[in-house]
């Protein structure tokens, strides 16, 4: 039997993060540059109902049984088992494999869970929608993050710079222009789930002064949306900023992520903020062809531990979103 392969990209939030879990806009773009893989192979040799999982850069080679209830591999597998009303899969071996920062706001784990679903749904003869694919990524996604906003399971199952409002319908975002973006990656290891927490505390112990930070956000993802459908990418530059100073109050910042803000703002970014769950992680900058090249040099030597350049633009093809 052949190989059953499905790869997923990495995202990054434009605008709108921390903000989105409490009922405001967010947009999000794929990154094709960074990407999970999974690979499900067929073992007629093996006995009915094993599953082995791979996991190189995790150092992970192990039965699926042995894992934990909870553990996120177990759970995409087992997902896709329990949506299609299976109770045992036929043996096989599943290795999976990624690019994508772990801890960056990059979206690595529902990256992977999406690749996953994707691959061993079609080795198992029925192939998820991306609705679907999206909601069981979801589930998992609860066991990294706590309380997901939703926004990296949808970007990155539909693979589409999106608009996104927690319990609303996804919306696609028209981009006439394209524009690029210079991700520097700190090296600071930073779990989503512990930021959106100490968040949530700051949040309930002053929810006026949050909600007022909130709507701010919400006003600035407006603002950006309009400039990108309109084409005026140049203007996403100050809302970046303006973003930034925004989570600088909900104190998720760092002092490494506003040295890379800082430096690629001085080597003539149009803007710059940090992406994600923040403390750590990723920042992104809007660059220009005249600026690309020196933003890139000035993060490394500033400290990124990677930089990459992603090119935002419409995707091909007239699917709809499921």
């Given at each position: ?18 903000a ?19 690979v ?34 177990y ?6 088992l ?24 990059m ?17 198992l003869?029925?192939?998820?929608s ?6 069981l ?7 990294h ?6 926004i990296d ?117 149009l ?44 995707p091909g ?6």
């Amino acid at each position: 039997m052949p190989a059953f392969t499905a790869t997923a990209p990495g995202k990054i939030i434009l605008f709108g993060e921390h903000a989105v879990v409490y009922g405001r806009p967010a947009i999000a773009v794929p990154v094709s540059q960074v990407r999970a893989r999974a690979v499900v192979i067929a073992e007629p040799r093996w006995p009915a109902g094993k599953v082995w999982v791979q996991a190189p850069d995790i150092g992970l080679n192990s039965p699926l049984d042995d894992l934990p209830d909870n553990h996120p591999l177990y759970q995409a597998i087992h997902g896709v088992l329990m949506e299609l009303r299976l109770e045992r899969s036929p043996a096989c071996r599943v290795r999976i494999t990624s690019t994508i920062p772990v801890a960056a706001g990059m979206g690595s784990g529902a990256a992977v869970s999406v690749a996953i679903m994707r691959a061993y749904s079609a080795f198992l003869g029925r192939p998820l929608s991306a609705e679907r694919v999206s909601a069981l990524t979801y589930e998992v996604e609860k066991l990294h993050h706590g309380t997901p906003s939703g926004i990296d399971n949808t970007v990155i199952t539909h693979a589409r710079p999106v608009y996104f409002v927690r319990g609303q319908p996804i919306q696609a975002i028209q981009l006439p222009v394209p524009f690029s973006m210079v991700i520097g990656d700190t090296g600071v290891s930073s779990p989503t789930a512990i930021a959106v927490g100490d968040v949530r505390c700051a949040w309930q112990a002053d929810p006026a002064g949050y909600e007022a930070v909130f709507d701010a956000i919400g006003e600035i993802v407006q603002a950006a949306r309009q400039a990108l459908e309109r084409g005026e990418t140049a203007a996403l530059g100050p809302l970046m900023d303006e973003n930034h100073d925004q989570l600088c109050r909900l104190g998720v910042s760092s002092p490494e992520l506003e040295r890379l803000v800082g430096a690629a703002r001085a080597a003539g970014a149009l803007g710059a903020k940090l992406s994600g769950g923040g403390r750590g992680g990723n920042m992104i900058a809007l660059v220009d062809s005249d600026t690309a090249e020196g933003v890139v040099q000035t993060l490394l030597q500033s400290g990124a531990r990677q930089v990459i350049t992603t090119l935002v633009r419409q995707p091909g093809g007239t699917e709809p979103y499921a």
